[in-house]
Nanobody, 124 residues
């Protein structure tokens, strides 16, 4: 079952966006939910991840202090709050599932159920 990322858009540098990741009909229980981003011609880049039941999210250095991963259990949705956005944050953002240990959370090869992604464009 694929995930659906949404909430992308066009924002000025310094602005904020909140992305959502929904999993229709099935729980996120026992999964790690990862956020990745990709720009044309580049590899998919790790952004953030956390276990659905966890309290210790992991962030890429490039977004640490600006992005926050959270969840709404009632809505079965994971969020990526993105603040102080920079032009270099421009990318298609994806969420995906994994069951790997924390040391591999950054590795997109360990994830599956990729959705179509949502485009974030940050203008300077």
């Amino acid at each position: 079952v694929q995930l659906q990322a949404s909430g992308g858009g066009l924002v000025q540098a310094g602005g904020s966006l909140r992305l959502s990741c929904a999993r229709s009909g099935l729980s996120f229980d026992n999964f790690v939910i990862g956020w990745f981003r990709q720009t044309p011609g580049k590899e998919r880049e790790f952004v953030a991840a956390n276990r659905w039941s966890g309290t210790s999210p992991y962030y890429a250095d490039a977004v640490k202090g600006r992005f926050t991963i959270s969840k709404d259990s009632a809505r079965n949705t994971v969020y990526l709050q993105m603040n102080s956005l920079k032009p270099e944050d421009t990318a298609v953002y994806y969420c995906a599932l994994s069951r790997v240990v924390r040391s591999s959370w950054h590795d997109y090869n360990q994830y599956y159920s990729w959705g179509q992604g949502t485009l974030v464009t940050v203008s300077s």
